[in-house]
């Protein structure tokens, strides 16, 4: 499997700051970039995702940002809240989604209240 | 709708014993994916089904490790015999057989090999 570098490892914010968590990757037959969110001792869930045809994504406070040629993608969290504090997965998959995920090693992201 | 459900949730054995991790996908998804999830290597694909086929195995780390499906809605995944390097969170998922869909994973099966 291609590898996805994420980063930082860990991340403090206070409430109502932006939380960005970056990655990188290698493989160009990617084609779909999901962000997972994974509260302790559950299974990682789709927060949101992106395909390589559009440069931003936007779902409420939550906002990706792709850039193709750069091979890079980054999340965004406006007005972080304590709700938001968990790990977060960058990942990405060929095959119109359709491939098992490659995923980041995870950011674990704490909002201070 | 009961999401993906897996058994057990969590799982005490010694090295040697044979471990057999369950999971029930949700009702009507095609693909069915096996993770493993550690401290030191992060979340891993090890074997993905469609259709009840199994399409890419290249992430089952060794021989000790098999995966079946049966039918679509029974996955197991085995482990004979287990090592302590064994111990970690094995997650399944599934997704509709359409793109761009989401991976819907289950809750985890957490393997503590002594």
């Known amino acids: 499997q291609q590898q996805v570098k994420q980063s930082p490892q860990s991340l403090i914010v206070q409430k109502g700051g932006i939380s960005i968590i970056n990655c990188a990757y290698e493989?160009?037959?990617?084609?779909?970039f999901p962000w997972y969110q994974q509260f302790p001792g559950k299974g990682p869930a789709l927060l949101i995702a992106?395909?390589?045809?559009?440069s931003e994504k936007k779902e409420g406070r939550f906002t990706i940002s792709f850039n193709k040629s750069a091979k890079q993608f980054s999340l965004h969290i406006m007005d972080s809240q304590p709700g938001d504090s968990a790990t977060y997965f960058c990942?990405?998959?060929?095959?119109?989604?359709?491939?098992?995920?490659?995923f980041g090693k995870g950011t674990h992201l704490i909002i201070q209240p | 709708d009961a999401g993906v459900i897996q058994s057990p949730r969590h799982e005490v054995t010694e090295m040697g014993q044979e471990v057999t991790l369950r999971c029930k996908p949700i009702?009507?998804?095609?693909?069915l994916f096996w993770y493993r999830q550690t401290m030191m290597r992060g979340l891993e694909l090890l074997i993905y089904?469609?259709?009840?086929?199994?399409?890419?195995d290249s992430g089952m780390p060794e021989d000790r490790f098999s995966a079946k499906m049966p039918n679509a809605s029974f996955s197991t995944l085995k482990i004979q015999p287990s090592e302590p390097r064994d111990s970690a969170v094995y997650f399944c998922?599934?997704?509709?057989?359409?793109?761009?869909?989401?991976?819907?994973f289950g809750p985890g099966t957490r393997l503590t090999v002594l």
């Open positions: 089904f469609n259709n009840n086929v199994p399409i890419d």
């Open positions: 998922a599934s997704r509709p057989d359409t793109s761009y869909n989401e991976q819907f």
């Open positions: 990942a990405a998959t060929g095959g119109g989604g359709a491939d098992g995920l490659t």
């Open positions: 009702s009507g998804h095609n693909s």
């Open positions: 992106i395909r390589p045809d559009v």
């Open positions: 493989n160009t037959a990617f084609d779909y």
